[in-house]
């Protein structure tokens, strides 16, 4: 049965490669799962239709027959749970993987999300000028802490895992700063992360879709 | 093999109740799983084998034998993988427990949290004041989204799964806040799964360690 992807036709540069589509596809490239698009407009986002797929109204979703999901963590860890590219079959190495999938999105990427507000959508405002030296220290804490772990390892755990997957695209939400170049054991990581071939045909996929919808006033 | 789940010994009263180990126990109070408390002070939390466990210094883990796991999601998703009362045996139903697992963690929490930045950590900060209107209405948008699908519903599914157990924690979290109780589907929502007995007991052992364990300063 074939498999849906909900993703946007089109966002402003500084979101591209950065829509969480991203890691779905990320994930259906590694295991090997061919998927078909399902462009989303603003239009559609609003509808009660898609609402019923989507209660928050965003992307991705996930179709395949009766399975209809949400959230790219759960997505990726249905998908992952087909493939042992991305979650391994040891038990231990197995639930270690999950919990670096949990830690990727509610440890690390709460506080990169909070730097986006402040710098890509309150960008100017009084609040986000005063608020920006606490939220970065927070980030640098973080990534003190990760990096630690990280040091003289190449993965989370011994081999590349659906973990290491979310963990590399919540690493690249900070891309307007050098926060992760300043730890250079996140960098090499991230780098070795998105020098998989699964990631490139992700990545690839997200910005052609972009590439043919964009709007003429952004040209 | 015996279940040890890291807790604190003490935090002040407002943040009783909603310490992260409480979805832990209550997770395991529905699996009927027992558990041993492991008390984590504070120069543990800073401590190089603690750190081992816990790369970010935080509560909750979870041993049993071999089996070391962190963030709270992750270590509810290992123990709802042992019963049925927190994931459904249909293979769709499943995944959309987890679903809403991950829905709790990364499409409620975050908006949750920065509130609580705001009010608890922050608090009399010029930013956290010029702030909180936005944080606010980024709340009640989400909540509206919620309570719509939830209307008509019991649960966020057919019965209550790991995804309610999360939501109502997270729920928890604006307590010093009308906003859940703004939605009346939101607050009998998260009425419903506080009734679960279950829950009573979690809450029950939480509060019993802070009782214990509460610094005579505080007295």
Redesign the interface.
Known sequence: MAVHVGALPWVPPFAQGNVRDLRVRWALEEAGIAYVERLVSVDDQKSAAY?ALQ????VPTFEQG??R???????V??IAEQSEMLLPAD??AR??A??W???A???I??YL??LAQIDLF?AG????K??RP?AIADIQK?FG??A??LDGRNYLEDEFTAGDLLMATVLRIPRHTTLVEDEPVLAQYKKRCEARPAFKRALDAQLATFAKHEPKAAR
């Open positions: 609402r209660p928050f109204g965003q009766d399975m999901l949400f959230e790219s963590g759960a997505i860890l249905h038990a231990v639930e270690r999950k919990t999938m949990f830690a999105l509610s440890s990427e709460p999300m909070h309150s405002e009084e609040w986000a005063l608020r606490g973080r802490e990760l630690k772990w």
